[in-house]
């Protein structure tokens, strides 16, 4: 193909990479799939495992019971409870039932009677234990206790190796330590050891707390017991011996609160009969003493003290006290006055205000008892009669009118103030006279004795102290009749019954649980490997996390499953789209030259090279293949031609460029092998004749490729990507390091070096990256094939660079 021909009659579009980003942001679930089959031994291992774990803690879950009993309550059936002093009928309020029931009163109780404070490691032993006791003041621990061989001696010590008691068997074992045990000799046999732990009933107590819950419903009577465990006989036990010291406990309490009411009523009994006899002494002595003085009469006595008069003939023939009745009724006078007077004030405060009528001052009563202003008043209304009929018929400004109007106006102004003014002051006279004689009464009052009151404050102290021993005495009696007759205040409804089925199995659970957590857990390492390895296996990772447009892709293919054409005819589709791509986006104008690397050795680059100048040659262009790799290149081999010269030679001018270049097979294709090895090689790479080498093989070739070594090998692909300034990095899909091609490129962005892009290889062919076996229909069209396949094939077998089996 002429140079600068087009490969098609009008230029292909560019691919839409942006929408190519987004479309792998989309299908990011992909990328956890293809990271979950990757995985997927792994993951089976983790889920077995899980799965094995939530097995055998399932066989270690024991399903659970429960236990129900119902305890009834006796209410409070006192009506008035200001009753008596004392309340001896409840024993508490109702709350504090369910705190008793969970007391360690009632729990210790439980735990030494159950016998829950010791127990051996060997259910079997539990009968040597069946009269194991304890002193109050014990030693905790587990212990072992072994047997002799003839069954003579016993050796009692704590696990740790302590020895705490060594005796004969058949004596009381573990008198040392506060135990109180004295186990059958037949039982303990020969030669045995027999472990047992012994806890402090508070321990065991505790044990039992955790499984019980108790509930007394507001405004309920019934307090509803629950226990829960693993063992329904020994948890229905437990129970009932829980329910039998509840009942118990709250009898004891009922009969220890009956007696301290009945001790304490006993007490204030006696307190009131010492109380009722010194008040009768104390007014026996005082009218002793006021026998011979005059005595007061029930009217001043009662004044004085505020009481209520007594009738008089309840009275001992005591005349009315006229003192005290003058001074009341000079009282009620002098705050009748006082009220009139303020309440004619206010009035005529109002009225001079204009807020009120002068007709009002009618309303208050002592305006109404003086006649002068009675009389203004009335002339006043016949005045504004007169005047309103004298308006309908003459004008304001008529004689009559205008005298009518000066009389209303004197009237208002002058006559009606004078004369409220004059009644204030008779008023406020009168109130100082009356203020005089109530004063002057008060004080002939004060001057009363006050040995009536006396009296009858002593005569009241000795009523109430009879009440007061009265009162006690009938609860005293029913005090000691109550602790007679004691009954519990709780008693069982519902007895405790052994449960026929447990109320939750959670081995089933277990299981789904760890089930569940092992598919979590695998999924999560699945996806911590995917997010932490850094090697390069999906399209996104050079597109969105390096900023590489992808140029193509070369399949991995599988000939078992598409064959061995299908697969030959997809890798020339692969390397025709490489092809285009690489064209378009070096110059769709001009020639190619560009330099191909990879981030570590055995990526494909040489494999990419090689095919994909094969495919420039057989569209028609003239293409150069130059092998520059000059550490490893091995191009020379899998062609068929010399090693040297080659690139290395020119560049010392140990050959001429003629001399240099290979005719392959293709009269299209030629290659430069790397040369004879130098130790300066990368040295001589940075010479000016690799630029003008260049420069004279763009002038002469349509295509030129140079094979390079790795980006990690040095400084080979920098100086030759430089030189040709176009650079395509190859990525092959598990197995180019990711993060080492992101430093370099870091290094080629501060270069004068234009990224092309990126080509993928042995990549899975999904989503954007599919090729079909799409071949001509009739065996004409066939003929019109290029000879790429044919060669293709017989370059791969050849050479080994293109291997169907990857």
Known sequence: MPAGASLYEKPPQRWDWDELHRSASRLSWTRYLAALRRYKWLLALVIAAAIGVGIVAARLTKPVYVVHSTIWITPDTRQDERAAPIRGDQVMHAAAWAELLSSFAILDRVAKRMGLYFA????????????????????PGVYDLNIDAQ??????????????????????????????????????????????????PRTAALGIRSGLTSSLPEGSNLLRVTMTGTNPQRLTAITRALVDEFVAAAADLKKRNLVEVS?????????????????????????????????????????????????????????????????????LTYDGARRQRAALERTMDAVRAGTLDASALSSVPAARTDPELQAALHLLVESEAKLAAARQEFTDAHPTVRALAAAVKELREQTIPHDVEALDTQLQMREADMQ????????????????????????????????????????????????????????VLDAPVVPEAPTSNRAPFVIALSTIVGLVAAGGLAFLLDRYDPRFRYPEQASDEMGLD????????????????????????????????????ADPSGRVLLTVSSPNAGDGKSMICANLAQSFA??????????????????????????????????????????????TSNDKLWIMARGTQQQRGPELLMSPVVPNLMTELQRRFET??????????????????????????????????????????KLITRLPIRLLGVVLNDVEMAGDFQYYAYSYSDQSEQTKIPALESQLDEFARRSGLLSLER
């Open 704 to 745: 030129v490729i140079i094979d390079c070594s790795p980006l990690g090998a040095g400084i080979d692909p920098f100086v030759l990507g430089a030189a040709t300034g176009n650079v395509l990095l190859v990525l092959r899909a598990g197995e180019s390091n990711r993060k080492l091609a992101e430093a370099k490129l």
């Open 436 to 491: 005089d004689q109530v004063e002057t009464t008060a004080r002939a009052l004060r001057n009363v004795p006050v040995r009536s009151i006396e009296q009858e404050r002593l005569r009241r102290n000795l009523a109430t102290t009879e009440n007061l021993y009265a009162l006690l005495k009938m609860r005293s009696a029913e005090a000691n009749l109550a602790e007679a007759t004691a009954v519990a205040d709780v008693s």
């Open 151 to 200: 069954g003579r001696l016993y050796t009692l010590s704590l696990v740790k190796g302590q020895r705490v008691e060594t005796g004969v068997v058949g004596d009381s074992i573990g008198r040392t330590v506060g135990f109180l045990w004295a186990p059958s000799p037949a039982l303990l046999g020969l030669g045995r050891t027999v472990r047992f732990n012994v806890v402090s």
């Open 120 to 139: 051996p490691t060997t259910p079997a032993d539990s009968i040597l234990f069946r009269d194991f006791r304890t002193t109050d003041a014990f030693r």
């Open 263 to 331: 001790r304490t009523l006993d007490t204030q009994l006696q307190v009131t009969a010492k109380e009722l006899h010194d008040a009768e002494s104390a007014l026996e002595a005082f009218r002793v003493r006021t026998i011979t003085l005059p005595s007061e009469t029930a009217p001043t006595t009662a004044a004085a003290t505020g009481a209520a008069p007594r009738d008089p003939s309840a009275t001992d023939g005591a005349a009315t006290d006229p003192v005290a009745t003058t001074f009341f009724a000079q009282q």
């Open 550 to 585: 992808i140029i193509g892709a070369v399949p991995a293919i599988k000939t078992r499953e598409l064959g061995e054409q299908a697969g030959a005819m997809q890798l020339i589709e692969a390397f025709r789209t490489i092809r285009l791509g690489v064209s378009q986006a």
């Open 618 to 663: 057989e569209a028609g262009y003239r293409t150069l293949l130059i092998d520059g790799d000059i550490r490893r290149g091995e191009l020379d081999k899998r062609f068929g031609v010399p090693r040297s010269p080659g690139l290395l030679d020119y560049v010392t001018g140990a050959a001429t460029l003629e001399e240099t270049l290979h005719q």
